[in-house]
């Protein structure tokens, strides 16, 4: 598998579809954003829950040991606390930290604030390792 980039992740058509931007590779962290548009929007007029969850999911993948660094996984748990809604026009960040990487599994944990900070969501994710990194 091809390592992931800011300009190969920023590629997915889901994501370009949803407005969704990476905006950081780390070592042990990833960040993407978005800012809540009426595509976005439930029947209430607020960010709809997947919205928030295609963010906690997604950025998982992003830290450099997973697919950055060539290491294909998969998400084999997803589990998301809404805490408070996001209204069109919030710039939603979403921050993923590796929590634990072992052989077969990843734990991270994410939260997602708004534009003032203030914390909408947090979740947890676990990820499968299917692959290691083709050998140079």
Same mark, same amino acid.
């Given at each position: ?47 709809? !829950?997947?919205?928030? $969850?295609? *963010?906690?999911?997604? +950025? ?6 997973? &697919?950055?660094? #060539? ?30 990487? !072992?052989?077969?599994? $990843?734990? *991270?944990?994410?939260? +997602? ?6 914390? &909408?969501?947090? #979740? ?13």
């Amino acid at each position: 598998m091809k390592p992931a980039t800011l300009e190969s992740g920023n590629a997915i058509a889901m994501l370009r579809t949803l407005d969704i931007r990476l905006v950081e590779i780390g070592e042990h962290h990833a960040v993407m954003e978005v800012e809540v548009g009426k595509k976005h929007l439930n029947y209430l007029g607020g960010a709809h !829950g997947g919205l928030i $969850a295609t *963010l906690i999911d997604t +950025v998982c993948f992003f830290p450099r040991p997973f &697919i950055p660094s #060539g290491r294909l996984v998969t998400t084999s748990n997803l589990n998301v606390s809404f805490l408070r809604p996001a209204a069109p026009g919030d710039h939603l960040m979403a921050r993923a930290e590796v929590l634990h990487r !072992g052989r077969r599994t $990843a734990s *991270l944990s994410v939260r +997602v604030l708004d534009g003032e900070s203030r914390l &909408i969501a947090h #979740g947890t994710v676990t990820l499968m390792v299917l692959q290691e990194p083709d050998a140079p």
